[in-house]
T-cell receptor
Framework: AQSVSQHNHHVILSEAASLELGCNYSYGGTVNLFWYVQYPGQHLQLLLKYFSGDPLVKGIKGFEAEFIKSKFSFNLRKPSVQWSDTAEYFCAVNRGGGGNKLTFGTGTQLKVEL | SAVISQKPSRDICQRGTSLTIQCQVDSQVTMMFWYRQQPGQSLTLIATANQGSEATYESGFVIDKFPISRPNLTFSTLTVSNMSPEDSSIYLC??????????FGSGTRLTVV
């Protein structure tokens, strides 16, 4: 069964600092990869996704993620965080081909301080 | 992408009672997924619901506790039965949209007292 690991459970950064959140998955076949964000009191929103093609994926709000197949990783990055990026971030994976369940990581709580 | 209407948005229920959560999708979808998000935790898949067949439950979840209906390609319900305080969570439905990803309902925040 597939599993997803997010190494950082809580991250505290100052505004303008760079961000990298780790995500590793365990499934060896074709995968689709996602990062979701959940702002306090709000619903899950899709930040970005990778299905195929360029392994460097750009999403909304200046976020990007790089798929490194050899490392089974899909780390999320942002060059300069803002206070409004304070939220919980979830990495998720499903098997390629459609019709498959999405497995979530445990989440990373990001707090950006002014 | 698909739009999901989920209701109720929140409820406070007495222990021992049951609550049925509804999800309506604005397009036909093959699979619908039901998740639980316990306080401070990630999303855990409860079951996958296909139209015309019994739902497939994940380890740790059983049909007697979480019966699911999927009467057509745009609608599904999840019932949380014989509730206890441990069932207090956010429950979400989700659908997969081809080449787009997954869309989630707005969630049902359940508190069992």
């Amino acid at each position: 069964a597939q599993s997803v690991s997010q190494h950082n459970h809580h991250v505290i950064l100052s505004e303008a600092a760079s961000l990298e959140l780790g995500c590793n998955y365990s499934y060896g076949g074709t995968v689709n990869l996602f990062w979701y964000v959940q702002y306090p009191g709000q619903h899950l929103q899709l930040l970005l996704k990778y299905f195929s093609g360029d392994p460097l994926v750009k999403g909304i709000k200046g976020f990007e993620a790089e798929f490194i197949k050899s490392k089974f990783s899909f780390n999320l990055r942002k060059p300069s965080v803002q206070w409004s990026d304070t939220a919980e971030y979830f990495c998720a994976v499903n098997r390629g081909g459609g019709g498959n369940k999405l497995t979530f990581g445990t989440g990373t709580q990001l707090k950006v301080e002014l | 992408s698909a739009v999901i209407s989920q209701k109720p948005s929140r409820d406070i229920c007495q222990r021992g009672t049951s609550l049925t959560i509804q999800c309506q999708v604005d397009s036909q979808v093959t699979m619908m997924f039901w998740y639980r998000q316990q306080p401070g935790q990630s999303l855990t898949l409860i079951a996958t619901a296909n139209q015309g067949s019994e739902a497939t439950y994940e380890s740790g979840f059983v049909i007697d506790k979480f019966p699911i209906s999927r009467p057509n390609l745009t609608f599904s319900t999840l019932t949380v039965s014989n509730m206890s305080p441990e069932d207090s969570s956010i429950y979400l439905c989700s659908v997969e949209v081809t080449r787009t990803g997954y869309t989630f309902g707005s969630g049902t925040r359940l508190t069992v007292v």
